[in-house]
């Protein structure tokens, strides 16, 4: 579980790393904590949080191949 606290570190995480030139991305986030982080603008920055989306895809993604939808 996250709170609004966690869910603002990663924000402020997610800003610095960006400042640095380095991805950031989620993974198999569970529906409260995607619920929260939604409301905080995160989804907006860091792309879709859906549920399904594992180490795999972010690898996948930052290596720009397209997701084999299992």
Known sequence: AIDLAGARMLLNLYSELQDKGIKFRLVDAHADVRDLLRKEGLEEKIGYLGR????????DEFQGIEPSNN
Do not use: H, W, Y
């Open 52 to 59: 399904r989306i594992i180490v795999a895809d972010a690898i």
